[in-house]
C-alpha cells in the first residue's frame, strides 16, 4: 500500500531530554494508525510536526509527498485537525464558528456539517466561551471532520467525550476508514485505539519503543486466564505445575496464567481433580501491552 | 495573501474597542473644538496627548489580540489547520491594524472638519496668538495625517512583538512598557514645552515627536520630512514582525 505519511529520523529536542528523537515511521494510505504514550512522551510534538507548526531540527515529514514545514499550506488542503488544546477564535456561538470554519476551507454545502452535528447532538447556538469541555470537543471534531478529508490528524481527540460519545467517535473513525481516508491519532484511551486502529506505535520519552500491527496482537499471542481455587491447598498445589504465572493472589486463592491456546487441553486435564471456583478469560489489552514494554523499558 | 474570512472574523471580534475609542476620539475631538473655555486647550490636550493616547491602547490591546494572544490560547490552530499560509494571517492582521487605524482617523477628522466648518476658530484663540487667520481645513487634515503615522509606527511596534512572542504576556508586557514611555516621555516633553524646565528633552526618547503639530499650524514643511520616521519604523517593524510570525515554532 501507498505510503501516505512519511516520517524519517524526525528530531526536535527541547532539552534536558525533552523533545522527540530519531523518529522514523511511515503511515499508509487508509490505514488508522495510532500513538500511544505517556504525558510528555512527545505525541503533540510529533503532531505539530506534521501540522508544519514546528519546524524540525532534523529529519522531516512529508504527507503527500509535500513537505510539511515548506509546504504546510498545501497539505491543509487536504488535512483535517483536532488540537489536542481546544480554545476557540472569539467569534461567538458555535454555528459562527463552524460558519466560518466552512469559509476557510471553502465548503459551500454545510449537509455534512449539519449531520455531523446531528451526530455528536451538538447544540450549536451555544456560546463558545460557556461550552463544557465535552461540547468544545465535539465542536472541535465537527470542524475537523466536515470537509472530510482525506487525512485527518487528531491530538487526543475523545479527551472530555462522554462514554457514549467517544462510541460515536468511534463510528465515526470507522466511517471514514471506509471511505478510504487516512486516520492518525494520539490517544491514551486504549479502547477507542484497539477499536479502530491497524497499527498501534508506543512512544516513551521521546522514542519510539514499538510499532504494533493490529493483526500480530490479536492472533498470534498467548491467552490470559484468572482461575480461582476454593481451597488453599489447591491452590499452592498448581502453583508447582509448570504453567506461566503472570501474578497470583493468596488472599482470593486466584492466579493468572498465561497460556497458549494449543495447550489448552493440557490445562484442563491438569485442573481436572482441583475444586475450580470460576475461570476468566483476560482478553489482552493494548493497556496491558503498553504497561509491560514500559516496564521493561524502565527496567 | 489577503483571506477575506479571517478579515471578517478580525473585524467582529475587535469591533467594540475599535468603535468605543473611535466614539471617546471624535466626541472629544468636537467637545474641544465647540465649547468656548476648551478651545484654547485643542491643541495642547487633544492634539497634543489624546490622538496618541487613545489610539495607543487600541494598538497595544489590539495587536496582542491580533496574533500573541491567539497563538497562547491555541485558537490560531483553526485558522492554520486550513488552507492559510502563516503569511497570509500576518498580512491579514496588519491590513486590519493599519486599516482600522485610519479609519479611525478619518470618523475623528471628519467630525471635527464638520464642527470647524460650521464653528471657524482663530489660531491666535487656539494659543497661538502670533499667528494670524483661522485655523484651515487643510491644516486639520494634515495634523491627523501626521498624527496617523506615528500610531501606525507604534502599531508597528505592538505588532512586532505580538508576532515575536508565543504568550501574551510577554507580547502584552513589551508592548504596554513601549507605548507606555512614549506617551509618558510625549507629555512630559509637552509639560516642558510649556515651561517647565528641563523636561523638554523627553522629546528625544519618545517618536511622539515625529508627530509635528506645530510645524503644520506656522505653516512650515517640517511635519512631512519628519513623517520618514515613523513611516521607516512601521515599515521595519511590520516587517521583522510578520517574516518572524512566519519563521517561528508555534505550540498549536
Not at chain 1, 279 to 290: H, K, M, R, S
Not at chain 2, 19 to 35: D, H, K, N, R, S
Not at chain 2, 43 to 51: E, L, R, S
Request: charged letters at 20%; glycine letters at 8%; aromatic letters at 12%.
Amino acid at each position: 500500500m501507498e505510503k501516505i505519511i512519511n516520517i524519517s529520523n524526525l528530531t526536535k529536542d527541547y532539552g534536558d531530554g525533552r523533545g522527540i528523537f530519531d523518529f522514523s515511521f511511515d503511515v499508509k494510505r487508509g490505514e488508522v494508525f495510532g500513538f500511544v504514550g505517556t504525558n510528555g512522551s512527545g505525541k503533540t510534538t510529533t503532531i505539530r510536526n506534521m501540522m508544519g507548526f514546528i519546524k524540525p531540527q532534523n529529519g522531516k515529514i512529508t504527507i503527500n509527498g509535500n513537505d510539511s514545514w515548506k509546504d504546510a499550506c498545501e497539505i491543509k488542503k487536504y488535512v483535517g485537525y483536532i488540537p489536542g488544546q481546544i480554545d476557540f477564535p472569539d467569534v461567538g456561538t458555535g454555528t459562527k464558528f463552524l460558519k466560518i470554519q466552512a469559509d476557510f476551507l471553502g465548503i459551500k454545502d454545510l449537509s455534512y456539517m449539519n449531520k455531523l452535528i446531528d451526530m455528536f447532538k451538538l447544540d450549536t447556538e451555544a456560546s463558545l466561551n460557556r461550552m463544557s469541555k465535552g461540547m468544545k470537543q465535539k465542536t472541535a471534531i465537527v470542524a475537523a471532520f466536515m470537509s472530510e478529508p482525506d487525512i485527518l490528524i487528531m491530538d487526543e481527540p475523545s479527551t472530555g467525550l462522554d462514554p457514549m460519545m467517544r462510541d460515536k467517535l468511534i463510528e465515526l473513525i470507522l466511517e471514514q476508514k471506509e471511505k478510504g481516508k487516512t486516520i492518525f491519532m494520539s490517544s491514551h484511551i486504549f479502547k477507542e485505539l484497539e477499536n479502530t486502529c491497524d497499527r498501534v506505535a508506543f512512544i516513551h520519552n521521546g522514542k519510539i519503543i514499538n510499532i504494533v500491527d493490529r493483526a500480530q496482537h490479536v492472533e498470534n499471542m498467548d491467552k490470559q486466564y484468572q482461575i480461582g481455587f476454593a481451597e488453599k491447598k489447591e491452590y499452592q498445589e498448581f502453583l508447582k505445575c509448570n504453567y506461566e504465572i503472570l501474578n497470583r493472589n493468596e488472599n482470593y486463592n486466584h492466579l493468572t496464567i498465561k497460556i497458549n491456546d494449543t495447550e489448552m487441553n493440557k490445562l484442563f486435564k491438569t485442573l481436572e481433580p482441583y475444586n475450580i471456583r470460576y475461570i476468566n478469560y483476560q482478553p489482552y489489552t493494548l493497556e496491558w501491552y503498553y504497561t509491560n514494554i514500559i516496564e521493561k523499558q524502565e527496567v | 495573501m489577503f483571506s477575506f474570512p479571517l478579515f471578517k472574523q478580525t473585524v467582529k471580534s475587535n469591533l467594540v474597542i475599535w468603535g468605543a475609542m473611535t466614539l471617546v476620539m471624535t466626541v472629544l475631538c468636537i467637545q474641544f473644538a465647540a465649547l468656548e473655555m476648551t478651545q484654547s486647550l485643542l491643541f495642547v490636550i487633544f492634539y497634543g496627548m489624546m490622538t496618541t493616547i487613545l489610539p495607543g491602547i487600541y494598538v497595544l490591546v489590539t495587536a496582542n489580540k491580533l496574533l500573541s494572544s491567539q497563538v497562547d490560547s491555541g485558537s490560531m490552530a483553526y485558522v492554520l489547520s486550513t488552507p492559510t499560509r502563516r503569511f497570509t494571517v500576518v498580512f491579514t492582521q496588519m491590513i486590519y491594524l493599519t486599516g482600522s487605524l485610519v479609519v479611525m482617523f478619518a470618523v475623528q477628522t471628519v467630525g471635527h472638519l464638520i464642527a470647524n466648518t460650521a464653528m471657524p476658530i482663530a489660531l491666535a484663540k487656539l494659543g497661538y496668538i502670533q499667528l494670524p487667520g483661522n485655523l484651515t481645513n487643510t491644516m486639520i487634515l494634515q495634523v491627523n495625517i501626521s498624527a496617523l503615522m506615528v500610531c501606525i509606527a507604534m502599531a508597528g511596534v505592538c505588532f512586532l512583538f505580538s508576532g515575536i512572542f508565543n504568550e501574551s504576556k510577554y507580547s502584552i508586557g513589551f508592548s504596554g512598557t513601549f507605548i507606555g514611555i512614549m506617551i509618558l516621555a510625549n507629555m512630559l516633553a509637552m509639560f516642558g514645552k510649556l515651561g517647565v524646565g528641563g523636561l523638554d528633552n523627553f522629546k528625544y526618547i519618545t517618536i511622539c515627536s515625529f508627530y509635528d503639530y506645530e510645524s503644520i499650524l506656522y505653516g512650515v514643511n517640517d511635519w512631512i520630512i519628519k513623517m520618514i520616521f515613523p513611516i521607516g519604523i512601521a515599515v521595519a517593524s511590520f516587517g521583522i514582525g510578520s517574516a518572524w510570525f512566519c519563521k517561528k515554532d508555534l505550540p498549536l
